[in-house]
């Protein structure tokens, strides 16, 4: 695989991380033209993300559905809860459960195994995307401050994924707040060095 020289200093910056570190992204563009400047953390577990929204889901079970109880079917909420309980419990389940899964051609797991099998880590807190080759930075955001804004069209949603979002938000997700970055879009600084 070629590297441009900056990509190269990045891989080898980011290998010299030990545990987790800031990185931040400077006037990044994303597709829809938004530039901002966002403060990341880099080799974070995002099983521990994971098991911390699980296990902040399973605590606020009572809060969550007194919440949103108000605004919605008893019968949407439960589903909704359901939904992504059951989705981080296939998660974090143990390889031989997910193997049964696969077995069996379950979504989560599909989708789940198709995200990892899209990149290749190169260091932490850097992928390449193994279809595009880009370089991908990836990390738990911290802060974003938007630089030149621009009006997001509306999506139309299902009820049922607005409900979910609702409980993401309510339980404060951290794997919600995991982005990834492509390279070339924004400039990088990693520990003390601009790329």
Not at 106 to 128: F, N, P, V, W
Not at 136 to 159: A, C, D, M, Q
Request: aromatic share 8%; with cysteine.
């Amino acid at each position: 695989m070629k590297y441009s020289n900056v990509e190269k200093i990045a891989i080898l910056i980011a290998k010299t991380i030990k545990g987790t570190s800031f990185l931040g992204m400077q006037n990044y563009t994303n597709k829809q033209g938004e530039k901002s400047n966002y403060l990341l953390i880099a080799g974070f577990s995002y099983e521990n993300a994971m098991q911390h929204d699980f296990n902040t889901l399973k605590g606020m079970q009572n809060e969550v559905f007194a919440e949103l109880e108000k605004s919605h079917k008893k019968e949407l909420v439960l589903q909704a809860y359901t939904n992504l309980f059951e989705s981080l419990e296939k998660r974090l389940s143990s390889e031989e459960v997910k193997q049964a899964l696969r077995e069996q051609n379950d979504k989560t797991i599909r989708l789940s195994d198709g995200q990892s099998e899209a990149y290749e880590t190169l260091a932490k807190g850097i992928r390449r995307h193994i279809e595009t080759n880009e370089i991908h930075v990836f990390g738990l955001v911290v802060r974003k401050k938007v630089l030149e804004p621009i009006e997001y069209k509306e999506t139309k949603s299902r009820e049922l994924t607005i409900v979910q979002n609702k409980i993401k938000k309510l339980c404060s997700f951290k794997q919600d707040k995991v982005r990834t970055f492509i390279f070339a879009n924004g400039d990088l600084k990693m520990k003390g060095v601009s790329l």
